[in-house]
């Protein structure tokens, strides 16, 4: 992950003008840290079955957290959650102004596919990329789930409704992360059940981020916290304690799939589950 951070900082969005702080706000928050765990996923999975591929899966990968780095600045707005603080430092809106905010959420999308569409792949893995990345992340992924969360706000759904909201809010994009590492290696045989996989990998992560958002203040998290009260989250619906089981019971059921998984690919993913879990619970 240093060298995929290194092949990010070479990468940043670039455009020199004399605006005072526009490219400054197109890297500031891609550079401002976070997880890098949909990077993380991509790159497990191409190391398991093709290590030599690495150095161009490194496009993929930035590309999705790209995207990601959009979604939060836009998710941050004052027209949205309205937070002040993300990875630990201000948010973009509250730096600058919002209109600069929106921008660069919008620069960062269509950059996302400029920095995918120069991976030094073959033209017909490139398009699978391509396509996987914007049905995951648009329409019917995770503008969808951002849709219904806004939409929904202060009124109270059932769960499988709230279930269907962070699937698509967040565990499409995490399950499009592991696809496409599939998609890069040749392994379209089990680009499926990766997504599947994904898929509840997501829902884990969001329950995860629904305790924190209670439990942590704003310095452990980096971001706004305590900010939930009026979405849909998993612990307004089901309180602590029952939003603990579910995540025992995703974990339980991720654990299992992890097993049916080939040796190489568990001895890849188990290290990056790992440490995403120990460094969400600090």
């Known amino acids: 992950m240093e060298q995929f951070e290194s092949f990010l900082n070479a990468h940043l969005p670039r455009a020199e003008s004399f605006h005072p702080h526009y490219e400054l706000s197109l890297q500031q928050m891609v550079q401002g840290g976070g997880k890098r765990f949909r990077p993380a996923l991509l790159l497990a999975v191409v190391r398991a079955y093709n ?27 004052p027209a949205m959650d309205n937070a002040d603080l993300r990875r630990g430092l201000p948010t973009l809106h509250k730096t600058y102004n919002e209109v600069s905010a929106i921008l660069a959420g919008d620069a960062l999308n269509t950059y996302a596919f400029e920095v995918l569409s120069n991976a030094p792949f073959s033209d017909r893995v490139i398009v699978k990329l391509v396509r996987t990345l914007a049905h995951n992340g648009g329409v019917q ?32 994009l995490i ?83 992890m097993m049916r998984f080939d040796e190489n690919l568990q001895c890849e993913l188990s290290p990056t589950l790992i440490h995403y879990i120990n460094r969400h619970k600090d």
């Open 175 to 257: 399950a499009a992360s592991l696809q496409m590492g599939a998609f890069i290696v040749g392994r379209d045989d089990i680009a499926q059940e990766l997504y599947e996989f994904g898929i509840d990998l997501g829902l884990l992560f969001q329950i995860q981020d629904d305790i924190l958002d209670i439990t942590q203040d704003e310095i452990q998290a980096g971001k706004t916290t305590n900010n939930d009260q009026a979405k849909n989250s998993f612990v307004t619906l089901l309180g602590y304690e029952k939003a603990m089981e579910e995540a025992n019971v995703l974990a339980e059921k991720i654990t299992l799939q």
């Open 51 to 77: 290590p030599l591929l690495i150095q161009g899966a490194y496009h993929a990968a930035l590309a999705i957290e790209l995207l990601h780095t959009y979604s939060l600045i836009h998710d941050d707005l």
């Open 141 to 172: 992924g995770m503008v969808l789930g951002q849709a219904i969360d806004c939409y929904f706000e202060h009124q109270r759904l059932e769960l499988e409704q709230v279930k269907m909201l962070h699937i698509h809010k967040t565990g499409k």
